[in-house]
DNA sequence: CGCTTGTGGTTATACCTATTAGCGGGTAAG
DNA sequence: CTTACCCGCTAATAGGTATAACCACAAGCG
């Protein structure tokens, strides 16, 4: 009904008798700098008060040339149907600190071939320059695209090792190869020798620096005694039953996909761990505590480092390839994984005793 | 390096030889009304794409045109900890509409007061303006800033219902009340006569709707034998064990939460659902498949909802108290629930069985 | 010829903020 | 005696967009 209008600066210069710059300085704590008495200060955050005045955003972004706004683009859903949902402690991270930076949040949902499948540059124009930079995640390799962003000098950072032809993509991983250690060294000072490595089909740059990491630590502490890869429909009872018969007394599972799948496999074998045969999965179950000793991958942390960084490249002129400043390389270092805890992590068991006595259950 | 600026409309009518207005009109579709020729609207589109032209969103907002962005403020954390997310449903139907009307998704994180509360006027301006209107959603009562909200004439819309004392708040809500009308009488026709109503001690109009409605149909159907107001703790065996005892065959639980707390303690006294009681949940659990046959609240649909009343408030001159478009009055209807399947519904357990043989393995 | 109508645009302006340059007289430093 | 700087501010401007108001010209009509 009677609707004022919002107030702005020229309301509370009006009312304070002094000009809109001058609120401007008081508002922005440049009051100093620009020597305005306390007495005037005062006077202009009481109307300020009365009048009830909020800074326009928009015109802020304006001036400021930032619209205090980051981007977050997957490949696939934003908000997966799955309850099940991967990316979530990523976009946890992210959330919390753009929270203390005070931005929001971009989701671009409008960034959609008509397909149906994401894509930046699809529905023409590059809808992402709104924000002052973006982060994506996802699998899709679609370098083409990745490209292009970085040509335009537009910035962006990855969640993911990520790497394209030519183009230097700063990016936020975790330190998997480091993380290998601490699993070998459990595994072989509780006795093991003989090791399954159950690996992941998708050989992406997380599963190779694992494994590569993997048979690094291993060497000398014990044998790898084979890397299996394979999806998970087929980690099966028999499979199981089959690795134990040939002399594996722990299994490592790559993935938290994997690691499910193996523990229904060991479910419906009848084994139990650490009992029948010890486990560590190399990752960490978006769906909360997996089901065996694992390896803590920083979700939550490289979503947070990812808007440091993000931030970081932001300010550093938006060229990330730059030698540039040493702000950025040093949040492009990979995040501590802390190592596993070890509840199913025993003493090997007797070898006759797991090759033997669970096949009569399993079969 | 040799960034050329991001480029605006004047730089596009220079290209296309044409005045920044006019390019304004043609990207606004206003070319037609303005009797702009075909041919030079192609020049001007071509333009457009050559130099990867993107509104400033800042401007826009500035200027009171549209950014192409829908608002999501949530009071509480948007992403969740818990894999257990009660507002991913909500969120997948507001992103599957938002991208069906090419609409960008911002969720609010900077709207955080500095005790770690969300509140939109908190952190000193409201960044919403910055998005064409937004979706709120939360259980946090903030009338004040609501109002406010309102009063600046701000488009926005609640999921779930919300009444603010003077003021006409747009919301999208479920049809509760016509949703106990099959449960009613899928219970009275399997043959209970005495039920339990176990209510959530959170009154909110979810809950109240819920309860009045299944009085209402549940008059003449059988006798409601208690509405017992419980908190999920409170929900042990033991009251399980007693309402049986006290003539219940069936019990229906108001929230998802109570009906997961249900399921641990009949459970631990060693009832299964329909042999030794039926149960109905009034809720939809957001995990997925909730423990029990259930009402299903549409949350996805509500969120879809929300889109396209928001879109008609925006439409709308931004005046949601104006007795205004039909459209926005049909789109505030409440969303069709379906009816609960059958699965934990059955014929009633003979009264001294169900009071009798298991309290001996409750006790 | 004088008038209207239509065409294809252009000019000017408002939106609101943050910042730079400057006002003109006095005092301190060189 | 010149220069620099202080005071407490203000005026002017830029930032990119959308829109109302306008304009010059041509065609049609009586």
Redesign the pocket.
């Given at each position: 009904m009677n609707r004022p209008?919002?107030p702005?600066?020229?309301d509370i210069?009006r009312l304070a008798?002094?000009?809109?710059?001058?609120v401007?300085?008081v508002?922005?704590d440049?009051a100093g700098a620009?020597?305005?008495?306390e007495?005037?200060q005062l006077r202009i955050r009481e109307a300020m008060a009365e009048l009830g005045?909020v800074?326009?955003i928009?015109?802020?972004s304006?001036?400021?040339?930032r619209s205090g706004l980051i981007g977050v683009h997957t490949f696939e859903r934003v908000f997966p149907t799955a309850p099940d949902d991967y990316y979530r402690e990523f976009l946890n991270g992210i959330e919390e600190r753009a929270v203390e930076s005070g931005l929001d949040l971009v989701l671009f949902a409008s960034t959609r071939k008509p397909d149906g499948t994401r894509s930046i540059y699809g529905s023409g124009s590059n809808r992402m320059r709104l924000a002052d930079g973006a982060i994506i995640l996802g699998f899709e390799k679609n370098d083409d695209e990745i490209a292009r962003l970085a040509d335009e000098g537009f910035p962006f950072v990855f969640i993911g090792h990520r790497e394209v032809a030519g183009v230097a993509i700063p990016f936020v991983t975790a330190d998997y190869a480091a993380a290998m250690t601490p699993v070998v060294r459990m595994l072989a000072s509780a006795g093991h020798r003989r090791v399954t490595y159950l690996a992941a089909p998708l050989r992406g740059f997380a599963q190779r620096e694992r494994l590569e990491g993997f048979e690094t630590a291993a060497t000398g502490a014990f044998e790898v005694l084979s890397v299996d890869v394979r999806d998970t429909a087929d980690v099966t009872a028999d499979w199981v039953t089959a690795q134990l018969a040939a002399g594996a007394t722990a299994i490592v599972a790559e993935t938290f996909d994997l690691a499910r799948a193996l523990r229904l496999a060991l479910d419906s074998a009848g084994f139990t761990a650490p009992a029948d045969v010890s486990v560590i999965s190399l990752d960490s179950d978006p769906r909360g505590e997996g089901p065996f000793s694992h390896v803590r991958v920083p979700r939550r942390a490289m979503g947070r480092r990812a808007v440091e960084l993000l931030l970081a490249v932001i300010d550093g002129e938006g060229d990330p390839s730059a030698s540039g400043s040493g702000s950025v390389r040093a949040l492009a270092e990979p995040v501590h994984c802390d190592p596993p805890t070890s509840e199913t992590v025993g003493a090997p068991a007797r070898q006759a005793a797991s090759a033997a006595s669970p096949l009569t259950i399993a079969l």
């Open positions: 209008r919002i702005r600066q020229s210069a008798g002094v000009s809109q710059a001058t401007s300085m508002l922005n440049r620009n020597r305005i008495p007495t005037t005045y800074p326009n928009a015109a802020q304006l001036r400021g040339g």
